[in-house]
């Protein structure tokens, strides 16, 4: 796939909250820079769901017209979400009825979409960070990258959005190539540098409290820096590479702080069924990272 084809349909999941908002400024920056088409979607409730509240049920002659209304309703809430977007910019709009995490994952495998932008859900501030349940499915289920992030409604409007640096965090297990592959091809996009950040584990430098020989951590890194370099060359691609030692997830997003990367590019791939490091990783990251996360 060429860089100009890395993201070619962007499919943008709405329920009309900021967060939403924030992930249409991102979605509208994807599509000028790449000159990709929008579907905004919005997924509405099943009639037995909308049925639970007896007197709104009640004000209908049946479930059909309860699911005509709200048909409409979002139809109407559509329109006036994208009259909000950037003119000129190639958006079209679906209103679908079933259950939001899995008429999404069908919905974008069936279309070949290229890339989901979506937001995290937080609920106040002892639980702002977790995943929402919509999108840790589509994480869990879906088969192209994501992008999301918990902090998504603080965006600056798309024309001002710019990406300095991309952090692109590898286990170097089978589907670290792919990652990289996809973090470069952004990179050349946006005219960003590029950092490779790996993790090496708390417990190979330290275990019940006592540290390793420190010229034990040193041969850990520096064979790990080894394998990244001989990956890199066999892909062509150049980057600086950063390694840190410590639990996946705070490493890694330390790490993102450190290089002060506007993006992190992570890998989510459940290739021959096994979860990588880092795939078992990935919604700590996503939950604790200072910028918006790729899952590829």
């Not at 998504?152 to 990406?163: G, H």
């Not at 640096?165 to 592959?181: E, F, K, Q, T, W």
């Not at 590479?241 to 330390?254: K, L, V, Y």
């Not at 021959?272 to 996360?293: D, H």
Request: proline share 6%.
């Amino acid at each position: 796939m060429s860089d100009s084809a890395l993201v070619s349909k962007i499919l943008l999941p709405v329920e009309f909250s900021e967060r939403c908002r924030g992930a249409a400024r991102y979605a509208e920056a994807l599509a000028c820079r790449f000159h990709a088409g929008i579907v905004v979607l919005h997924v509405v409730a099943p009639p037995y769901a909308v049925y639970g509240g007896a007197g709104e049920a009640s004000a209908y002659y049946s479930i059909a017209d309860v699911l005509t209304e709200r048909f409409s309703f979002a139809r109407t809430q559509l329109d006036l979400f994208v009259k909000e977007m950037t003119p000129d910019l190639p958006i079209q709009t679906e209103v679908m009825e079933g259950d939001p995490a899995r008429v999404l994952v069908e919905y974008a495998h069936a279309q070949n979409f290229d890339l989901i932008v979506m937001p995290t859900h937080g609920y106040g501030p002892f639980r702002r960070f977790l995943i929402g349940s919509v999108t840790a499915k589509v994480l869990h289920d879906v088969e192209i990258p994501v992008w999301t992030g918990p902090h998504l409604e603080k965006a600056p409007e798309s024309k001002s959005l710019t990406f300095r640096r991309i952090a692109c965090a590898i286990d170097l297990g089978p589907h670290s190539a792919a990652v990289l592959r996809w973090a470069a091809a952004a990179a050349r996009n946006f005219g960003a540098e590029m950092t490779i950040v790996h993790a090496i584990p708390a417990s190979a430098v330290g275990a019940g409290g006592m540290s390793f020989d420190p010229d034990w951590r040193v041969d850990i890194a520096n064979d790990a820096r080894n394998r990244i370099t001989e990956l890199q060359g066999g892909l062509g691609i150049p980057a600086e590479i950063h390694i840190e030692a410590g639990e996946t997830a705070a490493a890694i997003t330390h790490a993102v702080a450190c290089v002060n990367a506007d993006l992190l590019v992570i890998g989510r791939s459940v290739a021959g069924g096994v979860l990588g490091r880092l795939r078992a990783n990935a919604y700590a990251i996503i939950r604790e990272s200072p910028c918006p996360v790729v899952s590829v």
